[in-house]
């Protein structure tokens, strides 16, 4: 069931000479095999398809530039479901099919962020809606895995629009290039007397984006703490297996356990067992993944609850708990004060879009975890409406390689978050991004507990595609406007 996130009765728009349309688009399947597996809840991830586009879009005067966008197309993540996942992987590729033919069907011009709301409250939710009628039995896609699968072709189209303008992406975010403010596209909190009238994103965005940014590294439920959990399956490729080993060669200071959710003595023991071996190692900061499978606050609190009287130190080390219940917020409206009163609770799965995130603050939730791959206007709209009602940012890892990592990483350098940003493809599937990496060598690898966002510069998103020349197969897709 999806639901329309809608947009708000604003200024009316008025064209600019900026505006931009879609002329042509190109869909690229890259598989990608991790050297480790990925437990997300009841699955595991041992390959991702990563959906590559490449857009092409003009202005009125018939000038025209390119733009890329990529996207890990992680069905375990967007899609959980009892659904094989042969049947989930096909469906989400044919519905990035039916994207770059919509896309270019999408007649209108403007700003990337005024045309990534309008196509998804206009062409997404209906085309959805449609794909999932032909399908048969369970596999609905949701909305969640629509837009992942929309994201690459929306990233695509703000890195085009800074290209064609020759500037950063980021700074066209203002009244210099977009119609329409904030009040367009958001509705505040009542109550909170917020005003979004004549307030752009650039309003929201920090003033001066950090270019090296804290790392944190992922702990996931299969990652082997100590020489006595080693399986012999272990990969020998010269990367770390064990925790320190992770923590001594990056300098980590920043560690996310993900948990079970559903075993709350397996939980207690995990995050005790790797806070502290962090202590032993100088990690500073943990943070708590429950994987969305928690019904009742009473399981996160009193884990907590248990740690600051048992384990202080590994609770004070405790940053934020992320989003410990389930996906649908709508569906499961939980009160959540209980465990935000103990530690700030940040929205994940949950947050689709900016309405979410007001409907998840008036349950107790305090922060947001902001995600690339719910499409940069999503993350930005919701960055813009958090940030106006006081809550936390941070921006999380979809184990983003090759391309996929840089919009992601200045996404968190703009959204000034409460720590860094998670980075964890260097675990997964290291070698996938060794191409981009001889161009942005401090974006895929760890260093002093940092990323090094140096290397990025020039229009766009500063990708330095044609610098980076990672070879493609053919287009799984072409499509062009009338």
Partial sequence: MFTTPGRTTGHAATPRPTDVRVTRVELYLLPVATRVPLKFGGETLTSVTCARVRMTVADACGRTAEGWGETPLSVQWAWPSTVCYRDRHEAMIAFCRCLAEAWCRFDRAGHPLELGSDFQHDVLDPLAANFNRTRQGDAQLPHLAALVCCSP???????????LHNVPTYETYNAQFMSRDVASFLEPAEGYGVDFRNRFPADFLALQPE???????????????DEGERTGSEPRDGYPVLLA????RDGLQCLKIKLRGNDAAWDYD????????????????????????????????????RLRCEQPAIFDAILYVEQPFPYDLEANQ??????????????????????????????????VALKTCKTQTGAILSLCWARAHGMDLMVQDLTNPMLAQIPHVLLAAHAGTIMGVESNSMQFYPEASA????????????????????????????????????????????????
């Fill in 435 to 482: 191409m981009e990496a001889r161009v942005h060598p401090g974006l895929y690898t760890r260093r002093g507990g940092e990323l090094d966002l140096a290397s990025l510069r020039g229009p766009g998103f500063g990708c330095r595609i044609a610098e980076i020349g990672r070879p493609l197969p053919s287009p799984d897709r072409v499509a062009e406007a009338n």
């Fill in 245 to 248: 080993d992770w923590i001594e």
């Fill in 270 to 305: 995990r995050l005790v067992r790797v806070g502290q071996l962090g202590q032993q190692h100088g990690v500073r900061w943990l943070s708590t993944d429950f994987n969305c499978t928690v019904h009742d606050p009473a399981y996160v609190n009193e884990i907590l609850d």
């Fill in 211 to 225: 270019r090296k940014l804290p790392v944190w590294h992922l702990v996931g439920g299969l990652d082997p703490l």
């Fill in 334 to 367: 939980i009160d959540v004060r209980g465990v935000s009163a103990r530690k700030p609770l940040f929205m994940d799965e949950s947050a689709h879009t900016w309405r979410f995130v007001r409907l998840g603050r008036s349950l107790g939730w305090t922060g």
């Fill in 153 to 163: 072709f929306d990233l695509a189209l703000h890195d085009a629009y800074g290209n």
